[in-house]
């Protein structure tokens, strides 16, 4: 089992800049489909990027697309989320998810395993 661990959460004022990181341990992350999605108070966990085994496929949701970057690091076992131009609707805890499907699934939701995820709060 791939063992996920998030850092680099925080509070930051709106238009403001964060990256997260998640380090994989446990098994060899290069064999895993990476992604991130967040859960804000009463509502449902979104999606919110993904990235294939090899790097060269990413997925963004709409809310996120041209502010967000995910990238990974396959020798350091880790994965980052840099989010730009934060929104206070971007606040919510995010987690770091692991998908060993041969696909590459955007459904980040749907993930086998996860981290224990990592508040971040955009004041306006």
């Known amino acids: 089992q791939l063992q996920l661990a998030e850092s680099g959460g925080g509070s930051v004022q709106a238009g403001g800049s964060l990256r997260l990181s998640c380090a994989a341990s446990?098994?060899?992350?290069?064999?895993?489909?990476m992604g991130w999605s967040r859960q804000a108070p009463g509502k449902e966990r979104e999606s919110v990027a993904a990235?294939?085994?090899?790097?060269?496929?990413?997925y963004y949701s709409d809310s996120v697309k041209g502010r967000f970057t995910v990238s990974r690091d396959n020798v350091e076992n880790m994965v980052y989320l840099q989010m730009n131009n934060l929104k206070p609707e971007d606040s919510a805890i995010y987690y770091c998810?692991?998908?060993?499907?041969?696909?590459?699934?955007?459904?980040?939701?749907?993930?086998?395993?996860w981290g224990q995820g990592i508040q971040v709060t955009v004041s306006s």
């Open positions: 998810g692991a998908d060993v499907s041969l696909f590459f699934r955007t459904t980040v939701d749907s993930y086998e395993n």
């Open positions: 446990g098994r060899t992350m290069k064999n895993y489909n």
């Open positions: 990235i294939g085994r090899s790097g060269l496929h990413t």
